[in-house]
């Protein structure tokens, strides 16, 4: 079986904490593995764990790779990344003197964006044809002492939610590629959704935001309607602010147990971040691929960010 935990810590060890599952060849040929292989990869990401390729099965030509890395995001650099929307085919992340750039950019961020997909689908078959492609991004600020607002510091431990894109229950899968030839991108993590989440829901009043009885009326005539809604469902209010209590609060930040991990260049990383609690402390030069994975292509639905928070509160969370 070419998957080996390689936790290396006790608290990576311990329960309630992600561990770090290396994976040395990401298609091993028939027969070499045992039936069910690929539930079982989803199965360790749904639980909280990083999966990680030490050679990165995504393949970025060098001519592209130089562009990357030569660029230099100077008055822009208060944007932590550059985004690639798919549905859009547009660079987002630059201001006017850069968009020259876009059309360059456009094209490498749509190849990467390109080449994840195509391997997810054939990596983590019980998601094919069912996951929703989400942003790419470009990351070539160095995350060591980055100056950001609290909320949008990456070196703060948390849970991921997206304000503006609400997933309505769906999963944040991230794919991550370092293609910086000399750095390792180093991160830390702590107790995932599933340990923590309960506790700080309960002790930040988060479940409060679904226990409306008018508000259920109103997401149910707007479901039966087919009519939008402006407001977030609840479960995306609720990890929104499970995301923004985890980064105020100085003390857990300070005092919670943690395990570093190093992605060394050329490697590829696969988490859930809604369910990994994480923070970014070192690195540049980093590509990423979001995809939103919904409920039924799940192997553990049960144990989802979504399906905790709705036995907490004892109704539907999302509309």
């Known amino acids: 079986m070419p998957v080996a935990d390689s936790t290396t810590t006790a608290q990576g060890d311990a329960a309630g904490f992600s561990r770090l599952i290396t994976v040395d060849d990401p298609f091993p040929p028939a027969g070499t593995v045992a039936s069910g292989y690929e539930r079982q990869l989803c199965a360790l990401l749904e639980a909280g764990n990083i999966l990680f390729l030490p050679r990165s099965p995504i393949a970025i030509p060098a001519e592209d790779k130089e562009l990357l890395l030569g660029r230099k995001q100077t008055s822009s650099a208060y944007h932590k990344n550059i985004a690639y ?75 991921d939610s997206f304000p503006t894109r609400p997933t309505n229950g769906a999963r944040i899968l991230r794919l991550f590629t370092n293609i910086n030839p000399a750095q390792n991108r180093v991160w830390v993590t702590s107790q995932t959704f599933e340990a923590f989440g309960p506790r700080l829901a309960r002790s930040a009043k988060l479940l409060e935001v679904g226990s409306n009885p008018m508000l259920r009326v109103v997401r149910s005539a707007s479901r039966a309607l087919r009519l939008p809604l402006k407001q977030r469902p609840p479960y995306d209010e609720i990890m ?6 985890m980064k105020e609060d100085a003390g ?21 971040t809604d369910c990994v609690s994480h923070s970014v402390l070192e690195g540049q030069y980093a590509l990423e691929q979001t995809f939103l994975i919904p ?11 979504l399906a905790i928070l709705e036995r907490l509160a004892g109704n539907r969370l999302t509309v």
């Open 85 to 159: 929307r798919p549905a859009e085919d547009r660079v987002t992340g630059l201001d006017a003197s850069e968009q020259k750039e876009a059309l360059e950019l456009r094209r490498l961020l749509s190849d990467y964006s390109r080449r994840a997909s195509e391997f997810l689908d054939r990596f983590l078959t019980p998601y094919a044809g069912k996951w929703k492609l989400d942003y790419a991004s470009f990351r070539p600020i160095e995350e060591k002492g980055r100056p950001a607002r609290l909320h949008a510091r990456n070196d703060l431990l948390h849970f």
């Open 240 to 245: 929104h602010r499970c995301h923004n209590a």
């Open 252 to 272: 857990f930040q300070a005092n919670a147990q943690k395990n570093q991990w190093e992605f060394p260049p050329d490697s590829t990383w696969m988490v859930f």
């Open 295 to 305: 409920q039924n292509a799940l192997v553990r639905a049960e144990v989802s960010p």
